[in-house]
Nanobody, 123 residues
């Protein structure tokens, strides 16, 4: 059984912080790197942070220095700590596998995706 369950999204003011969590099935978590993706209204889904099975992290330029990804292998859980949030961070955030972290390759749009969690940054 394949699943991911994201949580932690909320409405927050600019400059605020949020921590997202994602529990994934072992069939994903134990095999692949994990990543947080986001999709803003009218835009394509993009990978914003990824972490390998041994904990090496990578970030998109737009979030580097503000977001931190972490994983707890004992709990099949990946986190995204988001600080200094900006209105342009507003999006639905999803977690999923990352098949190739160096190239930022993840699942296709037609593959399995969870429900995501809404992050809205607004005053």
């Amino acid at each position: 059984q394949v699943y991911v369950v994201e949580s932690g999204g909320d409405l927050v003011q600019p400059g605020g912080s949020l921590r997202l969590s994602c529990v994934a099935s072992g069939s994903i978590f134990s095999i692949y790197g994990m990543g947080w993706y986001r999709q803003a209204a009218g835009k394509q889904r993009e990978l914003v942070a990824s972490i390998s099975r041994d904990g090496m992290a990578d970030y998109a330029a737009a979030v580097r220095g503000r977001f931190t990804i972490a994983r707890d292998n004992a709990k099949n859980t990946v986190y995204l700590q988001m600080n200094n949030l900006k209105p342009e961070d507003t999006a639905v955030y999803y977690c999923n596998a990352v098949y190739n972290i160096a190239l930022g390759v993840g699942p296709r749009e037609s593959d399995y995706w969870g429900q995501g969690t809404q992050v809205t940054v607004s005053s």
